[in-house]
């Protein structure tokens, strides 16, 4: 890896999943916006994995369900315009790894 990849709090949660999503994961992105880190954890847990992604704003899913069709990730990911707080109604299964981007 890259010495200067661990030189933003960006790059540093980026590898932290990189070593912690295996394929086949269920992973939420708590906090979609527009969609960047979605599409980066459905890269990470494969066709066989999960990730539930929410956010309060229309506009965010519709952003982020543009970018996922894509990648052609829709049968991996499932997008919520709900908050994080109510991930509990949507999710069941062992979740290994929640991201919340607030920057």
């Known amino acids: 890896m890259n010495e200067n990849y661990f ?5 540093i949660a980026k590898g ?22 979605t599409v980066f954890l459905a890269e990470l847990a494969g066709n066989s994995g ?3 992604a929410f956010d309060v704003q229309e506009k965010a899913v519709k ?4 970018k996922i ?4 990730f829709s ?6 315009n709900d908050g994080h707080e109510n991930m509990d109604k949507y999710i069941s299964g062992k ?3 929640v991201m ?3 920057g």
Not at 7 to 11: E, K, L, R, S
């Open 63 to 66: 952003n982020t369900e543009e």
């Open 16 to 37: 932290i999943c990189m070593r912690k999503i295996d394929k086949g994961d269920i992973v939420v992105d708590a906090t979609m916006g527009n969609g960047n880190d």
């Open 100 to 102: 919340f981007n607030l």
């Open 7 to 11: 030189n933003n709090a960006v790059n």
């Open 50 to 52: 999960k990730v539930y």
């Open 75 to 80: 049968k991996r990911v499932e997008l919520i």
């Open 95 to 97: 979740v290994s790894l």
């Open 69 to 72: 069709n894509e990648k052609g």
